[in-house]
Nanobody, 121 residues
Framework: QVQLVESGGGLVQAGGSLRLSCAASGSIFRINTMGWYRQAPGQLRELVARITSGGPTVYADSVQGRFSISRDNAKNTVNLQMNSLKPEDTAVYYC???????????????WGQGTRVTVSS
């Protein structure tokens, strides 16, 4: 019913920048929270940043001041601007959206397929 498609991952040197984008499509009535999570090899998936439809944001301590999340409610998109990247930011990044679909009374969480970010030292 709902698809999330990410783009923007890749290989970058430490200190560089990347911008991730995610577009949601399908039977969407409203999207509540959108966010980005990441999973490094051998590690659990962790929150990077999230943003509500009204704008408040939450960041992981490890990315505070370096990453910035934004969204376009009209286009159902969320972006993650990543600056001053470090090798420890290397991971697969997943887009997340809490979506209320038409005909439903309960939001459901959806995930993108993931986009790989590799930061070389």
């Amino acid at each position: 019913q709902v698809q999330l498609v990410e783009s923007g991952g890749g290989l970058v040197q430490a200190g560089g920048s990347l911008r991730l984008s995610c577009a949601a499509s399908g039977s969407i009535f409203r999207i509540n929270t959108m966010g980005w999570y990441r999973q490094a090899p051998g590690q659990l998936r962790e929150l990077v940043a999230r943003i509500t439809s009204g704008g408040p944001t939450v960041y992981a301590d490890s990315v505070q001041g370096r990453f910035s999340i934004s969204r376009d409610n009209a286009k159902n998109t969320v972006n993650l601007q990543m600056n001053s990247l470090k090798p420890e930011d290397t991971a697969v990044y997943y887009c997340y959206a809490g979506v209320l679909t038409y005909g439903s009374s309960t939001p459901v969480g959806y995930w993108g397929q993931g986009t790989r970010v590799t930061v070389s030292s």
